[in-house]
């Protein structure tokens, strides 16, 4: 069975929260999920099929623990590896840097080849600019969660978006659509 690594950073909590509703959907048994501030370089290798989950910060700033391993992210190997990504961000608070971190962790390993999948349409949010988004294509390069403003919608996004990388992983195994 393919096994999938979920590796987030998150200061408050919205973002570890979402990485677990995330491996509810797939079951604990087919994604570890592993916070960034405990892991190393070599953590990736284990993964074919990985998850990076990133808050946005204030404006337009990296999480913490994100931003201390930066250097180590930049390094990691992702050539043959299928990687998604969401981002958690306040698109009307900060409607300027809306999932700037989900855009620059993108610019990042991108650098080393792999395939990103999970793209996420832009419909159905209102911003300003963001670094996430794929220009021209009206899509961003990963989930975009809003917590802060949109938290009714983060289920039903939740649900579409898994059910969307499930497939672009080629998973047979189960998942679930959750209302959480």
């Not at 855009?103 to 990042?108: E, F, N, P």
């Not at 395939?115 to 990963?142: L, N, Q």
Request: proline share 3%; charged share 25%; with cysteine.
């Amino acid at each position: 069975m393919a096994k999938i690594g979920l590796f987030f950073g998150s200061d408050e909590g919205n973002t570890e929260k979402v990485a677990y509703r995330i491996q509810a959907r797939f079951g604990a048994d087919v994604v570890d999920v592993k916070d960034i501030a405990d892991v190393t370089q070599l953590d990736f290798a284990d993964y074919n099929h990985i998850i990076l989950g990133i808050p946005t910060w204030d404006f337009g700033q990296i999480q913490s623990d994100w931003e201390e391993f930066w250097d180590d992210i930049a390094a990691v190997d992702f050539s043959g590896k299928q990687v998604a990504l969401f981002g958690l961000g306040d698109q009307f608070g900060y409607g300027d840097y809306f999932l700037d971190a989900m855009g620059m962790l993108h610019d990042v390993i991108i650098q080393s080849g792999p395939e990103i999948v999970g793209h996420w349409p832009t419909d159905g949010y209102e911003f300003e600019a963001s670094k996430a988004e794929i220009p021209g294509k009206g899509m961003f390069v990963g989930l975009a969660i809003d917590e802060d403003q949109q938290e009714n919608l983060t289920a039903d996004r939740l649900n579409r978006w898994c059910a969307q990388i499930h497939i672009e992983f080629g998973l047979d195994t189960p998942l679930a659509s959750l209302d959480d």
